[in-house]
């Protein structure tokens, strides 16, 4: 069964303390992988796109990478407005057509 | 450039009644899905609509069901609402990419703010 499995379920980081977040996955025919930041009670904003084994993106603070099992989201000297809810989703395609499957998300709380 | 917009913002209804929820998507997409999301969980795929056709749908039942309109817009209904329909239902706009051999691949997906229903 396609899953997707964000890790750890909720981080809280000293103010510019870096880490990384976990989103493994287990689906067939991966067409891509996805990134987005939400803050409570919002949509996700989008962050990133990842198609292929190898491939990285960064914007700010954020970088995000792609294994074939895997995708880190790493954190840099994060700063208290980075508090937010971290999701992973992945789109597969089976059969023809495709679907979306997201994780449960990662809850980080950056403290000053 | 107008992103994903999605009406009302909050709603309360009782068991039973019916709902209406709207999506406006952002501006060059052509493509609609629609997620429910409960608290604490990641979205949960209901349905998929490209060119006014439900092109794929969820694990979700029947009682749920939406159209697009020709200017890409798109409604979702829910219908005899439960308890555990209360949730953040979002809304994502994209673009299809045809690939070679036919097989089609959506684009980036955009979320519009949702809107909060809660079912007393």
């Known amino acids: 069964e396609d899953q997707v499995t964000q890790s750890p379920e909720a981080l809280r980081l000293q103010e510019g303390e870096s880490s990384s977040l976990n989103c493994s996955y287990t689906?067939?025919?991966?067409?891509?992988l996805f990134w987005y930041r939400q803050d409570p009670g919002k949509g996700p904003e989008f962050l990133f796109t990842?198609?292929?084994a190898g491939e990285e993106k960064e914007k700010e603070r954020l970088k995000a990478t792609l294994t074939k099992k895997e995708s880190f989201l790493h954190i840099t000297a994060p700063k208290p407005e980075d508090s937010a809810t971290y999701l992973c989703a992945v789109q597969a395609l089976t059969s023809g057509t495709y679907k979306y499957i997201f994780g449960t998300g990662t809850r980080l709380k950056v403290l000053a | 450039d107008a992103g994903v917009t999605q009406s009302p913002t909050h709603l309360i209804k009782t068991r039973g009644q019916q709902v209406t929820l709207r999506c406006s998507p952002k501006?060059?997409?052509?493509?609609v899905s629609w997620y429910q999301q409960a608290l604490g969980q990641g979205p949960q795929f209901i349905f998929q609509?490209?060119?006014?056709?439900?092109?794929q749908r969820g694990n979700f039942p029947d009682r749920f069901s939406g159209h697009q309109f020709p200017n890409y817009s798109s409604e979702l209904n829910v219908n005899a609402l439960l308890l555990g329909d209360s949730a953040l239902y979002l809304c994502?706009?994209?673009?299809?990419?045809?690939?070679?051999?036919?097989?089609?691949?959506?684009?980036?997906?955009?979320f519009g703010p949702g809107t909060r229903l809660t079912v007393l």
């Open positions: 501006s060059g997409h052509d493509t």
């Open positions: 689906v067939s025919g991966l067409r891509g």
């Open positions: 990842l198609y292929s």
């Open positions: 609509y490209y060119e006014e056709e439900e092109r």
């Open positions: 994502a706009s994209s673009s299809f990419v045809s690939l070679s051999g036919g097989i089609s691949r959506a684009d980036t997906q955009y």
